[in-house]
């Protein structure tokens, strides 16, 4: 459970009721489901045709992601890699295979077991840089969706806000009208900007940052059995590899 990602959700939107709640508004007064309707549905309708349905999905898919990360522990890569290095210096690497059962990433499977079957160093890193290309992009298209969606939002509704003020401007004549229409107006401005700022464009930079996370992992793994492949003494190792942990907490 990332409880970052929960914790920001509730804030945010907790900061803009209890704001209301605090200027002596109600709860009833942004509670509007024609504003509602206009700005979700426009923004998913405006989404949906922007992208094919296949990146929708899989964006859906991500949600879960967001709430429930699993952290890739870059220090328990670093001691199992130093363990298979001495494993390969006392019984040679094809003895590294009886390892795979025990290895979760697939990622870090797969390199492994590339490795074992002899595939040479550089063509190994060519291979699995295409891998991460390939992944790099489909993740940034999944975080298109929503990035996309946060900038249709606003725009959504600023049109509810339109379409509120010419429903006042018709019903100029009934007061009793006047109300609903103005509170649609104001809300749906409300809902486009809340939606995009507090949810959309945030998933979308989680997205990435997760993405990012997950590259640095995974160059680990690779930078790694490249060093076993060569025989690199595991000190040195240690230390080439630490400067990606270092790397990523000089730049969080």
Request: hydrophobic share 45%; glycine share 12%; no cysteine.
């Amino acid at each position: 459970m990332d409880r970052a990602s929960i914790i920001g959700l509730i804030l945010g939107f907790g900061a803009v009721m209890g704001g209301n709640f605090f200027e002596g508004g109600k709860i009833d007064s942004i509670l509007q489901p024609t504003a509602a309707l206009i700005v979700i549905g426009g923004t998913a309708g405006a989404t949906l045709l922007s992208f094919p349905f296949s990146d929708i999905g899989k964006a859906f898919r991500s949600l879960r992601d967001i709430f429930y990360e699993q952290e890739n522990d870059a220090e328990d890569l670093i001691q199992h890699i130093l363990r298979l290095s001495g494993i390969v210096r006392r019984n040679g690497f094809i003895a590294v295979e009886a390892e795979f059962q025990r290895i979760e990433n697939q990622f870090f499977k797969k390199t492994l077991k590339l490795a074992v079957d002899g595939m040479l160093p550089k063509m190994l890193v060519e291979t699995m840089e295409r891998e991460n290309m390939t992944f790099e992009d489909e993740n940034r298209r999944i975080a298109k969706v929503f990035d996309t969606a946060g900038g249709f939002s606003p725009t959504i509704g600023i049109i509810g806000a339109v379409l509120g003020l010419i429903h006042v401007m018709e019903n100029l004549a009934d007061p009793s009208k006047l109300g609903a229409g103005i509170a649609v107006a104001f809300v749906a401005t409300i809902y486009g900007v809340g939606i995009a700022n507090l949810m959309l464009l945030p998933i979308a930079r989680k997205l990435i940052n997760k993405m990012n996370r997950e590259l640095s992992y995974r160059e680990m793994i690779v930078e790694g059995i490249v060093g076993l492949q060569s025989g690199i003494n595991p000190y040195y190792l240690e230390r080439k590899l630490r400067t990606h942990v270092e790397g990523r907490q000089s730049k969080g």
